[in-house]
């Protein structure tokens, strides 16, 4: 009895220090790496089951056969090609603006990034029809295969592309590029001082535009090109084995985690750089002819993207009639999307905010905290719905499996460290001093989350509600697997529908979400101008550390 005293007085001295906020970080933090990791983790429990079960599972997975690296050799060749073009692509449309629209640019480049939330099969499907009016003339040009896919890959990433590579050519010092003005050509200072510099940031966002291509299989599945990303869906359909489909899938995975590790120090890179949107030159640089025709061509290829994905939708919609018909014939599927999305934003917001405190933290702590929101870039998306379904469909947790909650789990394992590293951005250059103060004077927590903390991060919280309702409507990979029956989404609908040509009900389906992710897309963009415009009249801490 005495020693139960002393436990019982340890534990109240012990937690007696610890306040409701600090609980409620803990168990935020542990519901994120829970929810984030658990695909992993049911991947990894089931593999050990199946090899204590002496199955053959185990064996068949590890021969890597003539095609498997075939599969691998074209996933990583046809992620190279895409993002090397992405890259280029965005460093001209980047300095084009620099040069015509230099007081027009952020607002240019904030409505491009709108349109980074489309679905990828959607503009494969406007490309289809430009593709198939080409081979009509061009007998020879392919209508599908490799090349048509790396097209369509290009034209749905370059919103990002565009975005990342200002981004990056902003964390480089404008002190510096002034001063290099003074003795070189405007065209050798980018060469030689902002090129460099950059690089960093550049690779990381090569590294991105890499790992979204690699792990994405809709638009090669819709062009008949195989990779690897849509073989491990294809095998887990076949065989039914989660253990199979995990093993079959590690050596795309260490390709996955080794760009990650290469590209980590330019992630930071991007998401520190302060003041993204202002200009970098005093006086819109002079460039040489030749390259002018580079950026001249480069703005042409967005402007036709632009193009070809609304005059395609709405010419294949033709009229409102089949437009409204077409959404009220899958109200269903469309609330239901919607109800997604929500849930979505929902969960991962105030997880968000505590793992993004633990990211502004030095040393190991931080570490950690940027592993667990850079992890999910490394898991194919059809991986992470074979691990929701093998980690939440077992006899344990038959009685609470959430099947129609299965889509949300799976998107905000997807995405919700993405809302981690927006928030981690927006508490970065917020002076730590209101929060201390709000800690002396205020003893309600209530009131310093109403009052502080709220108001302060309201701009990124916005930010971050946009990114994840855009990125959750135009989820596939993981909700096709993870869908339960009777419920199906828009995107899984319209890809289902897309095999069978490219008709009037389907290009309605794909304008109403395109639609939906612009509206998504424009809310975003107006919290972050609203975050630009209240920074000038915020008191904002930079240390020499960052933080």
Same mark, same amino acid.
């Given at each position: ?12 001295? &012990? ?48 021969? !890597?056969?003539?095609?498997? #690296? ?16 992405? *890259? ?71 919103? #990002? =592309? ?7 050519? /902003? ?32 690779? =990381? ?6 790992? *979204?291509?690699?792990?994405? &299989?809709?638009? +090669? ?7 690897? =990303? ?11 084995? /989660? ?23 330019? #992630? ?43 005059? $395609?939708?709405?010419?294949?919609? %033709? ?36 793992? =993004?405190?633990?990211?502004?933290? +030095? ?8 592993? *667990?929101?850079?992890? +999910?870039?490394?898991?194919? /998306? ?13 006899? %344990? ?5 959430? $099947? ?27 002076? +730590? ?37 855009? !990125? ?17 989404? @828009? ?9 069978? $040509? ?22 975003? #963009? /107006? ?10 009249? @915020?008191?904002? &801490? ?6």
């Amino acid at each position: 009895m005495r020693e139960m005293n002393r436990s019982q007085h340890f534990i109240r001295k &012990y937690f007696s220090g610890i306040s409701l906020s600090t609980v409620i970080h803990i168990a935020a933090i542990i519901i994120f790496f829970w929810l984030v990791f658990s695909p992993v983790i049911g991947l990894i429990a089931e593999a050990i089951r199946t090899s204590l079960s002496g199955s053959s599972d185990l064996i068949s997975p590890f021969n !890597l056969s003539g095609r498997r #690296i075939g599969l691998l050799f074209s996933s990583i060749s046809l992620a190279t090609l895409v993002a090397t073009a992405g *890259i280029l692509v965005g460093t001209l449309v980047a300095t084009f603006l620099w040069r015509k629209f230099r007081s027009f640019a952020p607002v240019i480049l904030l409505l491009l990034l709108a349109l980074a939330g489309i679905p990828p099969y959607i503009h494969a499907l406007t490309w289809l029809d430009v593709f198939a009016a080409i081979h009509a003339y061009f007998p020879l040009f392919p209508v599908s295969g490799w090349l048509p896919s790396a097209w369509v890959d290009l034209m749905a990433l370059l919103p #990002i =592309a565009i975005f990342l590579c200002w981004v990056a050519f /902003a964390s480089v010092d404008v002190r510096l590029i002034e001063a290099a003005r003074v003795f070189r050509p405007d065209m050798t200072v980018f060469y030689r001082i902002i090129l460099p510099l950059a690089a960093p940031a550049l690779g =990381a966002a090569f590294g991105f535009l890499f790992l *979204i291509c690699c792990t994405d &299989y809709s638009v +090669p599945s819709l062009f008949g090109a195989d990779i690897y =990303a849509l073989d491990i869906f294809a095998r887990f359909s076949a065989t039914g084995s /989660a253990t199979q489909a995990f093993l079959y899938a590690v050596p795309l995975l260490l390709v996955t985690i080794i760009v990650i590790f290469l590209s980590r120090s330019g #992630i930071r890179t991007l998401a520190q750089t302060p003041n993204w949107l202002s200009d970098r030159w005093g006086n819109p640089p002079v460039f040489p002819w030749y390259y002018r025709l580079l950026q001249g061509i480069a703005a042409g290829i967005v402007i036709l993207q632009i193009l070809v994905l609304f005059s $395609g939708l709405i010419l294949s919609t %033709s009229t409102l009639g089949t437009f409204f018909g077409s959404v009220f014939r899958s109200s269903d599927e469309l609330v239901y999307t919607l109800l997604i999305a929500a849930s979505v934003i929902l969960v991962s917001l105030p997880l968000a905010i505590a793992v =993004a405190g633990e990211m502004k933290k +030095p040393g190991i702590r931080g570490s950690f905290a940027w592993c *667990i929101a850079l992890a +999910p870039l490394a898991i194919p /998306a059809p991986l992470i719905g074979i691990g929701m379904i093998t980690f939440w469909n077992n006899p %344990s947790l038959a009685a609470v499996y959430p $099947g129609i909650l299965m889509p949300v789990f799976a998107a905000v394992a997807r995405f919700a460290p993405f809302a981690a590293i927006i928030l981690y951005v927006q508490m970065r250059f917020i002076d +730590p001093a209101f929060f201390e103060a709000a800690e002396i004077f205020s003893r309600s927590p209530w009131k310093k989350w109403s009052r502080v903390r709220l108001p302060l991060l309201a701009p990124g919280l916005l930010v971050s509600a946009g990114i994840l309702a855009t !990125l959750s409507l135009a989820e596939l990979g993981a909700t096709l697997i993870v869908a339960p029956p009777g419920h199906t989404t @828009m995107t899984i609908r319209i890809y289902n529908y897309i095999h069978y $040509g490219a008709s009037g009900e389907v290009a309605g389906l794909c304008l109403a979400i395109t639609l939906l992710t612009l509206a998504a897309g424009i809310c975003a #963009i /107006a919290a972050l101008q609203w975050l630009y415009r209240r920074s000038g009249n @915020m008191v904002f &801490y930079c240390g020499s550390d960052g933080e």
